[in-house]
C-alpha cells in the first residue's frame, strides 16, 4: 500500500512535525488530513533518495500492473498524505491508464494465442471486481466490454459437451482441445455470473427501500446489454437457454430502455432462429411468466410474439394428419397379423426409410413443424387466457394485434369462440379505435381463410368498420391507417363475392371522402382500392355517372348503416378535387378512376403504378422518412405583375359608393353600416 509506503519512510527518516488540517466532509465520511513537516537538514538527503526508486516501489512491466491504490475513506489508517483536488485527478487519470493498459494487453494476448493465454482471463475476471472508489465504474465497464469482445470472437457456434472417458487414451492434440474447451466454458460461466450480479441491482425485491447509485444502474444496464449481445451473436452455445430465462424477467423491468433492449433482442432471436428450439424455450418460459403475474406485466412481454415465424403453420391440418395416422395404425394391427420374421423385414424397412428421410433432410423439416406447432398452440394459449381472464387489462391491445395477425392459424373449433368473444368486446365501447380495428381485421382474417365455411353473419363488423372510417386522418390517428387498409383489401377485395351491390357502394364513397382528409400514401392506397373493385366488377360504376337520378331519395353520409345510406344517388366528387392534389401520383390514379380505369391510351396509369397493390402504394409512398415521391420541382421565378390603380366605373352611383366607403370619417369610431351611412350621406346632399 501507498500510505504504508510512506509510513516506513517517515519512521525510517526521523520526521518529527506532523501538522494537522482542516477536515473535508465528503459523501463517506469526514476525511482527515494532516501536513508532515520535514526537517530543513534531510532536505538534501531526501532529495538523493527519492531519485533512487525503492524496492517496494518497485512494478510488475511485464503485466504492466502500474496500480496504486489509495484509500481515501478507511478512517482506521491515521497517516494519510494530503493531496489537492489536482493531484487527485491527476493521479486517477495516471491509474485509469494503467488499468487500460493492463485490460489492452490481457485481451490482445488472449485473442492472439487463446490456448496457451488462457489464464487471462482470471486477470480480466478480477478487474470486473474493481474495489479502487476512485475508478471502480470506469474500469469495471472497460473489462466488462473487453471480455464481451474477447467471448463474442472466440466462442464457437456449436455446444461444448463436457464429458471425460476414463482409461482412454487420447492425442495431444485433442487433449489439449478438451482442456482449452474446459477452461473457456468455466470462464464463460464465471463471466455470466458476475453479469447477472451487475444486473440484479435492477430488480428489486418487495420491501426494499435502499436507493440505489446511478453508476450502479449504469453498470446493471450495461451487464444486460453484454448478455443480449451474447445472445444474439451466439443463440446455440451452452448457457443461452440460461441468459434468455434470467433477460425475460427484464420484459417486465421498470426501467423503459431496459425494457427495449431486451424486447429487440429477444425479436431479433424470434426472427433469425431457424431450429426454433431456444424460440420455443422462449415462449415456455414468457407462457409460465404471464400466468404467474396474473397478466399484469408490461406489453413488451406480449410485444415480442408478433415476432414470431408462424404463419405457414396449419394446426388443422397437424390435427387431421395426427388422427390419419393413428387410424392406419389401428386398422393395420387388427387385419395384420405378423409373424417374428416379419416384424424384424418391417423394423429394417422403418430404419432405412428413416436414413433416407435424413438424406433429403426431411426428418429436420417434420422436427421443425412439431416445434413450430407447439409455439403456436403456447401463444394462442397466452392470446385465449387474456380474452377470457384478463379483457380489461393493459396488455389487451397487444393481445388483439396478435389475434389479427396469426388468426389463420387458428383452429376451427375456436373460431365460433373467438368472434362472440370479439363481438362482445366491441359491444361494451371500452375498446379505443386502434383496438376496435384490431378486432375488425381478426374477425375478416378468419372469415377469409377456413373460417369462410362457418355460418357467421359480420354484417356488425361492417357496420363497426364504416362507422369508424371517417376517424383515420392524418393527424394522431394516422398509425392506424396501415391496419384501416389491410383490413379494406380483406373486406372489399378478398371478400367481393360476399358483399352486397349497396354495402360496396356505400364503403367506396366513404373511404374516397377519408382520403381527402389523409396522406398522400393513405389517399393512394385508398384510390388503389377503388380502381381495384372497378377492374373486378361493374357496380361501382354507378358512382361515375353524374347525371344518375333516382327516386330512391338522396345520399345520407351520416347514416351508420351502410345498406341505409343510398350512397347510389351519390357520386365520387371527391375525384375532382384529388386531380388537383398536390401529388402527381395521386393526380393520376384519381384522373385514371374519373375515366373508368382505362388500361391504354388517355388517362391510363404508367406500368410501375399499375403493378402495385394497395399495401405497396401504402409503403412506396410513405412521407415519414421525410423523402418525397416523385420529388418536387423547383419552383420558377415568376415576375410579380405591376397593379393596376386606375378604375373605371360604368356606374356612377356605384362609383359614389365606393368613394363613401373608402371614406375614414367612417371608420374613426370602430365599426359602421356602410350601407345606412352612405344612405344618410345621399339623403342630406
Known amino acids: 500500500m501507498y500510505e504504508n509506503n510512506i509510513t516506513k519512510i517517515i519512521k525510517e527518516e526521523g520526521r518529527k512535525k506532523v501538522r494537522m488540517l482542516l477536515p473535508t466532509k465528503t459523501q463517506n465520511g469526514i476525511l482527515e488530513k494532516r ?8 532536505n538534501d538527503q531526501n532529495n538523493d533518495q527519492n531519485n533512487e526508486p525503492k524496492s517496494d516501489e518497485v512494478h510488475n512491466t511485464e503485466d504492466n500492473d502500474m496500480e496504486v491504490e489509495i484509500d481515501l475513506y478507511d478512517d482506521k489508517i491515521e497517516n494519510r498524505e494530503s493531496m489537492s483536488m489536482v493531484e487527485l485527478l491527476a493521479y486517477r487519470e495516471e491509474v485509469l491508464r494503467s488499468k487500460r493498459l493492463k485490460i489492452g494487453l490481457l485481451s490482445s494476448r488472449l485473442l492472439e494465442a487463446p490456448e496457451q493465454k488462457s489464464e487471462n482471463f482470471r486477470g480480466l475476471l478480477e478487474l470486473m471486481e474493481e474495489s479502487n472508489p476512485e475508478v471502480y465504474i470506469t474500469v469495471r465497464k472497460l473489462a466488462t466490454v473487453s471480455l464481451l469482445e474477447v467471448f463474442k470472437d472466440l466462442l464457437p457456434s ?4 463436457q464429458f471425460r472417458r476414463e482409461h482412454v487414451r487420447l492425442k495431444k492434440e485433442t487433449l489439449a482441445l478438451q482442456n482449452y474447451e474446459t477452461a473457456l466454458l468455466s470462464n464463460y460461466k464465471r463471466y455470466l455470473q458476475k453479469l447477472e450480479k451487475m444486473a440484479s441491482v435492477l430488480r428489486k425485491k418487495r420491501g426494499d427501500t435502499r436507493l440505489v447509485k446511478e453508476q450502479e444502474i449504469e453498470l446493471g444496464k450495461l451487464a444486460i446489454t453484454c448478455m443480449c449481445d451474447l445472445l444474439t451473436t451466439h443463440p446455440y452455445f451452452n448457457f443461452s437457454a440460461n441468459i434468455a430465462n434470467f433477460l425475460l424477467q427484464f420484459l417486465d423491468s421498470k426501467y423503459q430502455f431496459i425494457r427495449q433492449d431486451v424486447a429487440n433482442c429477444i425479436s431479433q432471436i424470434f426472427k433469425e432462429d431457424k431450429r426454433f428450439e431456444l424460440s420455443l424455450t422462449i415462449v415456455r418460459k414468457l407462457n409460465q411468466y404471464i400466468k404467474v403475474k396474473a397478466h399484469s406485466v408490461h406489453s413488451e412481454c406480449l410485444s415480442v410474439l408478433l ?3 408462424i404463419k405457414e403453420v396449419n394446426l388443422d391440418q397437424e390435427k387431421e394428419e395426427e388422427t390419419k395416422q393413428k387410424k392406419l395404425m389401428s386398422h393395420k394391427q387388427r387385419i395384420l397379423a405378423l409373424s417374428k420374421r416379419e416384424r424384424k423385414r418391417n423394423k429394417k424397412l422403418e430404419q432405412v426409410e428413416r436414413e ?3 438424406t433429403k ?7 421443425k413443424q412439431k416445434l413450430l406447432t407447439e409455439i403456436t398452440s403456447l401463444v394462442f394459449t397466452i392470446y385465449f387466457r387474456i380474452l377470457k381472464q384478463a379483457p380489461n387489462s393493459k396488455i389487451l391491445s397487444i393481445c388483439l394485434e396478435g389475434l389479427a395477425k396469426f388468426a389463420h392459424c387458428i383452429n376451427l373449433d375456436f373460431y365460433q369462440d373467438l368472434v362472440t368473444v370479439i363481438d362482445k368486446l366491441m359491444d361494451e365501447g371500452n375498446l379505443n379505435l386502434r383496438d376496435q380495428l384490431h378486432c375488425i381485421q381478426c374477425v375478416f382474417t378468419i372469415l377469409s381463410g377456413q373460417g369462410s365455411t362457418l355460418t357467421l353473419d359480420p354484417y356488425r363488423f361492417y357496420v363497426h368498420l364504416y362507422k369508424n372510417l371517417l376517424n383515420i386522418h392524418c393527424g394522431k390517428t394516422h398509425s392506424e391507417a396501415e391496419i384501416l387498409i389491410k383490413t379494406l383489401v380483406q373486406v372489399l377485395i378478398n371478400r367481393r363475392k360476399r358483399i352486397t351491390q349497396s354495402r360496396l357502394i356505400a364503403f367506396l364513397k366513404r373511404i374516397a371522402i377519408a382520403s381527402l382528409q389523409s396522406q398522400h400514401n393513405v389517399a393512394l392506397s385508398i384510390l388503389g382500392i377503388i380502381k381495384q373493385s372497378m377492374q373486378l366488377g361493374k357496380a361501382a360504376n354507378v358512382l361515375l355517372d353524374t347525371d344518375c337520378t333516382s327516386g330512391d331519395g338522396f345520399y345520407q353520409p351520416e347514416l351508420e348503416e351502410p345498406e341505409c345510406c343510398n350512397a347510389h344517388c351519390s357520386a365520387l366528387w371527391e375525384l375532382a378535387a384529388l386531380q388537383r392534389h398536390y401529388h402527381s401520383t395521386v393526380q393520376k390514379i384519381a384522373k385514371n378512376i374519373a375515366w373508368n380505369v382505362p388500361p391504354v391510351g388517355e388517362g ?11 399495401e405497396e402504394l401504402y409503403t412506396e409512398y410513405d412521407p415519414s422518412g421525410v423523402v418525397f415521391k416523385p420529388a418536387v420541382p423547383v419552383p420558377k421565378n415568376i415576375s410579380a405583375k405591376k397593379s393596376i390603380t386606375n378604375h373605371h366605373f360604368t356606374n356612377s352611383e356605384f362609383e359614389d359608393y365606393v368613394n363613401n366607403v373608402n371614406d375614414r370619417e367612417l371608420l374613426a369610431d370602430g365599426y359602421r353600416d356602410y350601407y345606412k351611412a352612405y344612405n344618410s350621406k345621399h339623403n342630406m346632399t
Open 35 to 42: 501536513l508532515i513537516e520535514e526537517n530543513d537538514q534531510n
Open 158 to 161: 456449436y455446444h461444448i459437451f
Open 307 to 309: 415476432s414470431l415465424r
Open 356 to 358: 433416407l428421410l435424413e
Open 361 to 367: 433432410a426431411e426428418e429436420n423439416k417434420q422436427t
Open 604 to 614: 391510363s396509369l404508367p406500368s410501375e403504378i399499375t403493378k402495385l397493390t394497395p
